[in-house]
């Protein structure tokens, strides 16, 4: 899977063979300075053909070989996830340039979803010491079980990206990531009788949805291989039977031994397909200044 691309530079990630890292040059960086100042971010969320625009530019500076790279990643089963971030900062990286970054990247894979937690095509959010939120999204000293986006809606979630923006005072907060063929009990699970029965899944006020959604955890892809859909915090279960399935798959997972545990820097992005890898986060350390800042968007192929 590893490609030459001239202005990138890519490898296999030191955690897992599955992920693959790639750096941007400061060349390409300083390239896209000038087109991502066209738009300013207002621009980007009232106006949705120019997130295209600045895809584009981004592309146009690889000879539009990043883009079918990225899209060979993510469909394909083996791997389904990438890491991707400046490989050096400067002044002219900040927030609102991440932000832009992140907007181009997500357009060289599809179409993002409606996030209606933020209102817009992309999401914002910090986690700190005090936390009143009602979802384990913000909750700085829990753990964030394993799971995958977008089960209490009703559009489709191929992709998801997560991009780091800023992180003050931080221990502890590592990202856990799971793909189901590396799996112990996947196999168990899967052939589970109430695996491919449906389940009730709503979610807290914060996400702003106000319906309820129907669907099993389990799936099968177009060659049988499995597929989730699976959140702790959101399923609610009919009866004894499916709970007792609930409870056994979440400490399936929890306990798994093929974790992949990492640490991602400010400024990267982890963009991973939604169907067959899961993800979460580790607890922090108690710091009262504690502070991380993260974008996400999700979407479909």
């Known amino acids: 899977m590893i490609e030459k691309i001239e202005g990138f530079l890519i490898n296999n990630n030191k955690d897992s063979n599955r992920i693959i890292d790639i750096d941007i040059e400061e060349e390409i960086i300083s390239k896209l300075i000038f087109p991502f100042n066209k738009f300013d971010i207002t621009s980007l969320e009232y106006k949705p053909f120019t ?41 002219k990286i900040d927030d609102i340039f991440l932000v832009k970054l992140s907007t181009a990247i997500a357009h060289l894979i599809g179409t993002p ?20 939120s009602d979802s384990y999204l913000r909750k700085a000293y829990i753990n964030m079980d394993l799971h995958t986006d977008g089960t209490y809606v009703k559009e489709k979630t191929d992709w998801l990206l997560m991009s780091k923006l800023e992180e003050k005072n931080v221990k502890g ?64 279960p009919k009866n004894m039977k499916q709970g007792a399935f609930l409870q056994k798959l979440s400490d399936c997972l929890e306990e798994s031994k093929k974790k992949i545990i990492t640490k991602l820097p400010v400024g990267s992005a982890i963009v991973a397909n939604n169907h067959f890898w899961l993800h979460g986060r580790r607890k922090f350390y108690e710091n009262k200044n504690l502070s991380r800042e993260l974008l996400r968007i999700r979407g479909k192929f």
């Open 51 to 91: 997130r295209f625009t600045i895809a584009k530019n981004l592309d146009d500076l690889s000879n539009n070989r990043l883009s079918k790279f990225l899209n060979k990643i993510i469909k394909n089963r083996n791997y389904g996830c990438f890491i991707i971030k400046p490989k050096g900062f400067n002044s």
């Open 113 to 132: 979803n409606y996030d209606a937690m933020a209102g817009k095509y992309y999401a914002r959010f910090h986690v700190k010491h005090e936390d009143k």
């Open 173 to 236: 907060g590592e990202t856990a990531m799971l793909h189901l063929d590396d799996w112990e009990h996947c196999d168990e699970l899967f052939n589970d009788p109430s695996a491919k029965e449906d389940f009730i899944w709503s979610s807290p006020k914060s996400k702003n949805i106000d319906y309820k959604v129907e669907h099993p955890v389990f799936s099968s892809d177009q060659e049988g291989k499995p597929q989730i859909s699976y959140i702790d915090q959101f399923p609610e």
